[in-house]
């Protein structure tokens, strides 16, 4: 499952989505989405199951 997370100008995390059609309504509610990057996949696994994000070093596949 892939995510993507969408920044404002001034690189601000506006929100995560889990597709670029969410984007699109976060575009038309009038955010002000700049730059949309598609999370790495244990970003996304940690993202949907826990809702919160984190950076990869924080994964431990070991858990």
Known sequence: ???FCC???E???LA???TMADVEVLR???RPVIKV???EPE???VCRVTDAPV???AFNEEY
């Open 1 to 3: 499952m892939k995510f």
């Open 11 to 13: 690189g601000t995390l």
């Open 37 to 39: 990057v598609e999370m």
């Open 55 to 57: 950076s990869p070093k």
């Open 16 to 18: 995560r989505c889990q």
């Open 43 to 45: 970003e996304a696994v």
């Open 28 to 30: 038309r509610l009038g």
């Open 7 to 9: 920044f404002d100008g």
